[in-house]
């Protein structure tokens, strides 16, 4: 056998896998890396870690480095974008809304929740000796909310009391859902406010058998997968793809198992019309998506 | 001198006291060092540890503000060097010098690591995810054992040493002092002067039980020393008396046998100078009618009451070497001995006799008597070197125990070692009447010997002359 066409055969190898070898490692020198930012009433490091493997999955995707940044409230994350520190960022929608109107988000694909729903809605739920067993009883009691920037945390139950008519509330944020229940639990007059499905998750982990659930609020958008409005839009649409495709891809499935812990079932294609939605929830809830 | 049983236990417990502080505190700071190190250690991967946890939060947020606080807090540590957090590719976030953030950590040319002691290096990780690593350099520690601490530690255990010592000086003063009283009381008796009954006893009374039981023994000891010296009081006592009352009846004896050997004697010259007188006259005045026979008879009868008469001159010079009183001065022998010599020589002007006298012997004696002495001894061996040609007499002395012997010898006719025990008996001839003599000048010389508490022997073989060495005592000389 001539020698010729074995080294042809060698190098025809040689030199056609080293572009599969180099698709599948990110490289530094190829490409900036992609700033991918999470706002989480998690601690930072938490959230980074639970967001790492979807980051990987993107990183063997695009063929580029993503950093998963995690910005501690609403003005660190805006000031991020605004200085193009972050690329591409999964917000809750009411969060979505707020950036939207400065210019500084467009969408991406929004979060399916594990009720198979781009929607959730907030539970009011107190302590069973509480004195309160409907809604309207809340009136002059203390509400002990996540955040201040929630969406099912925040916006959709103060617009569901608000249109209930019940504006006398003191307003307290406890920064994460175990401290919302935790209050609840511990004082008898306080109503908690949590979405829907994280109770439900909650309740897996947690002995809520001493809450009684005493109404929900409207139905809210659920998280929003948004990127800064200047990113390139064939870079945009190859995330968006990547994003919405992991719940058919077994790799992507493998990566949004656990993330069931963050409610997260998969992603779909966003509807510019939920903001309407949010828009409603703002205005019955009286509060200025601009400030 | 030797040192009393107080200071060797002192001595000895000071330095075995000393070593063992020396050796305590040598492990001490051994220990101590190694701990310190290994704590030093432990605090080191603590903070470093601390400072990744801690660093999560803010690697995940990117929060700068939370990171430059955390080095800034963590640099208060004198022991940190500088510190350096890093994201998960090395790229310096926050660090003690400003002028490596945003660089490489890798690529940075850290130019103080002569001073660094030790660099660590831990990774931010939360779920197995790393967010990135810090590291942290550490000066060298100082050691604690190199500035003013061993001094301290050596003073502390130096004045811990002398407190011991004191402290056991003044305990084993407290054991070992009624054992002193009690050697001192027991070094001071004497049999003339024997303590009271009991008084050694109270000597130990607050004292340990080994104490209290020596000086129980000691006082039984010395109980039975003041029954023997009760006893050998009494014996010499009873031995004294016996000793006077024998003496006494001695003396008597003594003097009745003198003056009984005197009485003899003296009485004794009157009939022979009767029966010499008479003979005599008898021979003068009936001689020329006597035959020659009877002539004969007369002269024996002459010659024996002549000899008989000698002997009773001897007895009683004996008799009076016993009686007489010394008088002890520094006696020159030599001197003396030369002039026997000389005399001897010129009595006998026929005999050729070589004789040699050692100078400077001398006697602390009384000259009388040792006069007699030496001249017996000489006459004796002028006589018995008689028939000898030619005949020859040393006089020699040698010093031996505080007595000085001083030895005639001559090449005369000697004697049978034999028969020397009766050499110096009274009338004791062991030649017969071969040599004229009384028989008494050896044993005059051996009572003079006696009387100086000397002594007197002889040494001889029959034809080949003999020695006699005459002990006495040496003269002062001072």
Same mark, same amino acid.
């Given at each position: 056998?001539?020698?010729?066409?074995?080294?042809?055969?060698?190098?025809?190898?040689?030199?056609?896998?080293?572009?599969?070898?180099h698709?599948?490692?990110?490289?530094?020198?190829?490409?900036?890396a992609?700033?991918?930012?999470?706002?989480s009433?998690?601690?930072?490091?938490?959230?980074v870690?639970?967001?790492?493997?979807?980051?990987?999955?993107?990183?063997?995707?695009?063929?580029?480095?993503?950093?998963?940044?995690?910005?501690?409230?609403?003005?660190?994350?805006?000031?991020?974008?605004?200085?193009?520190?972050?690329?591409?960022?999964?917000?809750?929608?009411?969060?979505?809304?707020r950036?939207?109107?400065?210019?500084?988000?467009?969408?991406?694909?929004?979060?399916?929740?594990?009720?198979?729903?781009?929607?959730s809605?907030?539970?009011f739920?107190?302590?069973?000796?509480?004195?309160?067993?409907?809604?309207?009883?809340?009136?002059?009691?203390?509400?002990?909310?996540?955040?201040?920037?929630?969406?099912?945390?925040?916006?959709?139950?103060?617009a569901?009391?608000?249109?209930?008519?019940?504006r006398?509330?003191?307003?307290?944020?406890?920064?994460?859902?175990?401290?919302?229940?935790?209050?609840v639990?511990?004082?008898?007059?306080?109503?908690?406010?949590?979405?829907?499905?994280?109770?439900?998750l909650?309740?897996?982990?947690?002995?809520?058998?001493?809450?009684?659930?005493?109404?929900?609020?409207?139905?809210?958008?659920?998280?929003?997968?948004?990127?800064?409005?200047?990113?390139?839009?064939?870079?945009?649409?190859r995330?968006?793809?990547?994003?919405?495709?992991?719940?058919?891809?077994?790799?992507?499935?493998?990566?949004?198992?656990?993330?069931?812990?963050?409610?997260?079932?998969?992603?779909?294609?966003?509807?510019?019309?939920?903001?309407?939605?949010?828009?409603?929830l703002?205005?019955?809830?009286?509060?200025?998506?601009?400030? | 001198?030797?040192?009393?049983?107080?200071?060797?236990?002192?001595?000895?417990?000071?330095?075995?006291?000393?070593?063992?502080?020396?050796?305590?505190?040598?492990?001490?700071?051994?220990?101590?060092r190694?701990?310190?190190?290994?704590?030093?250690?432990?605090?080191r991967?603590?903070?470093?540890?601390?400072?990744?946890?801690?660093?999560?939060?803010?690697?995940?947020?990117?929060?700068?503000?939370?990171?430059d606080?955390?080095?800034?807090?963590?640099?208060?540590?004198?022991?940190?060097?500088?510190?350096?957090?890093?994201?998960?590719?090395?790229?310096?976030?926050?660090?003690?010098?400003?002028?490596?953030?945003g660089?490489?950590?890798h690529?940075i040319?850290?130019?103080?690591?002569?001073?660094?002691?030790?660099?660590?290096?831990?990774?931010?990780?939360?779920?197995?995810i790393p967010?990135?690593?810090?590291?942290?350099?550490?000066?060298?520690?100082?050691?604690?054992?190199?500035?003013?601490?061993?001094?301290?530690?050596?003073?502390?255990?130096l004045?811990?040493?002398?407190?011991?010592?004191?402290?056991?000086?003044?305990?084993?003063?407290?054991?070992?002092?009624p054992?002193?009283?009690?050697?001192?009381?027991?070094?001071?008796?004497?049999?003339?002067?024997?303590?009271?009954?009991? &008084?050694? @006893? %109270? !000597?130990?009374?607050?004292?340990?039980?080994?104490? /209290?039981? =020596?000086?129980?023994?000691? *006082? +039984? #000891?010395?109980?039975?020393?003041?029954?023997?010296?009760?006893?050998?009081?009494? &014996?010499? @006592? %009873? !031995?004294?008396?016996?000793?006077?009352?024998?003496? /006494?009846? =001695?003396?008597a004896?003594? *003097? +009745? #046998?003198?003056?009984?050997?005197?009485?003899?004697?003296?009485?004794?010259?009157?009939?022979l100078?009767?029966?010499?007188?008479?003979?005599?006259?008898?021979?003068?005045?009936?001689?020329?009618?006597?035959d +020659?026979?009877?002539?004969d008879?007369?002269?024996?009868?002459?010659h024996?009451?002549?000899r008989?008469?000698?002997?009773?001159?001897?007895?009683?010079?004996?008799?009076?070497?016993?009686?007489?009183?010394?008088?002890?001065?520094?006696?020159?022998?030599?001197?003396m001995?030369?002039?026997?010599?000389?005399?001897?020589?010129?009595?006998?002007?026929?005999?050729?006799?070589?004789?040699?006298?050692?100078?400077?012997?001398?006697?602390?004696?009384?000259?009388?008597?040792?006069?007699?002495?030496?001249?017996?001894?000489?006459?004796?061996a002028?006589?018995?070197?008689?028939?000898?040609?030619?005949a020859?007499?040393?006089?020699?002395?040698?010093r031996?125990?505080?007595?000085?012997?001083?030895?005639?010898?001559?090449?005369?006719?000697g004697?049978d070692m034999?028969?020397?025990?009766?050499?110096?008996?009274?009338?004791?001839?062991?030649?017969?009447?071969?040599?004229?003599?009384?028989?008494?000048?050896?044993?005059?010389?051996?009572?003079?010997?006696?009387?100086h508490?000397?002594?007197?022997?002889?040494?001889?073989?029959?034809?080949?002359?003999?020695?006699?060495?005459?002990?006495?005592?040496?003269?002062?000389?001072?």
């Amino acid at each position: 056998m001539p020698r010729h066409p074995l080294i042809a055969l060698f190098l025809l190898l040689t030199l056609g896998f080293l572009p599969a070898v180099h698709a599948e490692r990110p490289s530094d020198t190829a490409a900036p890396a992609l700033h991918f930012g999470v706002l989480s009433v998690a601690p930072p490091a938490r959230a980074v870690a639970k967001w790492t493997p979807f980051a990987h999955y993107l990183e063997q995707r695009l063929g580029r480095s993503v950093e998963v940044i995690a910005p501690r409230g609403f003005e660190r994350l805006t000031r991020a974008i605004e200085e193009g520190k972050l690329d591409v960022f999964y917000i809750n929608s009411h969060v979505y809304y707020r950036l939207k109107r400065k210019g500084l988000a467009k969408p991406l694909a929004q979060m399916v929740n594990l009720n198979g729903s781009t929607f959730s809605r907030s539970l009011f739920f107190v302590r069973k000796d509480a004195p309160i067993d409907e809604l309207y009883q809340i009136e002059g009691h203390r509400m002990a909310y996540i955040s201040p920037l929630g969406a099912g945390a925040y916006l959709a139950p103060r617009a569901r009391l608000h249109e209930e008519g019940i504006r006398n509330t003191q307003e307290d944020f406890t920064r994460n859902f175990i401290s919302t229940i935790r209050e609840v639990q511990t004082k008898p007059g306080t109503v908690g406010t949590l979405c829907g499905v994280r109770y439900s998750l909650l309740g897996k982990r947690e002995d809520l058998s001493n809450l009684k659930v005493i109404g929900e609020s409207e139905a809210y958008p659920e998280h929003v997968l948004a990127a800064r409005p200047d990113l390139d839009e064939a870079l945009s649409r190859r995330i968006t793809e990547i994003v919405i495709g992991m719940y058919d891809d077994p790799e992507g499935r493998l990566v949004l198992e656990p993330m069931a812990s963050m409610r997260i079932s998969h992603f779909t294609t966003y509807d510019p019309s939920v903001e309407k939605v949010t828009e409603e929830l703002f205005r019955k809830a009286e509060l200025d998506p601009g400030s | 001198m030797k040192a009393t049983l107080a200071q060797r236990l002192i001595l000895g417990t000071g330095a075995i006291l000393l070593l063992a502080l020396l050796a305590l505190s040598l492990f001490i700071i051994h220990q101590t060092r190694a701990q310190m190190e290994a704590l030093a250690g432990e605090r080191r991967e603590a903070l470093v540890s601390l400072l990744a946890r801690s660093s999560l939060d803010g690697l995940a947020a990117r929060d700068f503000e939370l990171l430059d606080g955390l080095v800034r807090a963590m640099a208060q540590n004198r022991e940190i060097a500088w510190i350096v957090i890093a994201d998960r590719h090395g790229k310096v976030l926050a660090s003690t010098r400003p002028d490596w953030i945003g660089k490489s950590f890798h690529d940075i040319d850290k130019p103080d690591r002569n001073g660094i002691a030790q660099l660590l290096q831990r990774e931010a990780i939360i779920d197995g995810i790393p967010l990135g690593t810090v590291w942290v350099a550490f000066h060298d520690a100082p050691d604690p054992f190199s500035g003013r601490l061993p001094l301290v530690i050596g003073g502390a255990a130096l004045l811990a040493l002398l407190f011991l010592i004191v402290s056991i000086s003044l305990l084993v003063r407290h054991l070992t002092h009624p054992l002193e009283r009690l050697s001192q009381a027991l070094s001071s008796v004497h049999l003339d002067a024997l303590p009271e009954k009991g &008084e050694i @006893e %109270r !000597l130990a009374t607050h004292a340990s039980l080994e104490v /209290a039981t =020596l000086a129980q023994e000691a *006082e +039984e #000891l010395i109980s039975r020393l003041r029954e023997a010296r009760a006893a050998i009081a009494a &014996e010499e @006592e %009873r !031995l004294q008396q016996a000793v006077e009352h024998r003496t /006494a009846e =001695l003396r008597a004896i003594n *003097e +009745e #046998l003198e003056s009984f050997s005197y009485s003899v004697s003296h009485d004794l010259r009157a009939p022979l100078r009767a029966i010499d007188g008479f003979s005599r006259a008898l021979e003068e005045d009936y001689g020329d009618r006597m035959d +020659e026979e009877a002539r004969d008879y007369l002269a024996r009868i002459r010659h024996a009451s002549q000899r008989m008469g000698g002997l009773i001159d001897s007895l009683l010079r004996l008799s009076r070497l016993s009686r007489s009183e010394m008088q002890l001065q520094k006696v020159d022998l030599s001197a003396m001995a030369t002039a026997i010599l000389q005399r001897l020589q010129r009595e006998h002007p026929a005999r050729e006799v070589e004789w040699q006298v050692q100078e400077g012997l001398k006697c602390q004696c009384d000259p009388e008597l040792i006069q007699v002495a030496l001249e017996n001894l000489l006459r004796n061996a002028w006589k018995y070197t008689r028939d000898w040609q030619p005949a020859r007499i040393e006089i020699s002395g040698r010093r031996r125990n505080g007595m000085i012997e001083i030895c005639i010898r001559d090449n005369g006719v000697g004697f049978d070692m034999r028969h020397a025990a009766r050499l110096f008996g009274a009338f004791q001839r062991l030649h017969g009447n071969e040599f004229e003599g009384s028989g008494i000048g050896l044993a005059t010389v051996q009572r003079i010997a006696h009387r100086h508490r000397g002594s007197v022997r002889a040494e001889g073989k029959p034809g080949q002359g003999a020695t006699f060495c005459l002990a006495l005592p040496e003269a002062e000389t001072a």
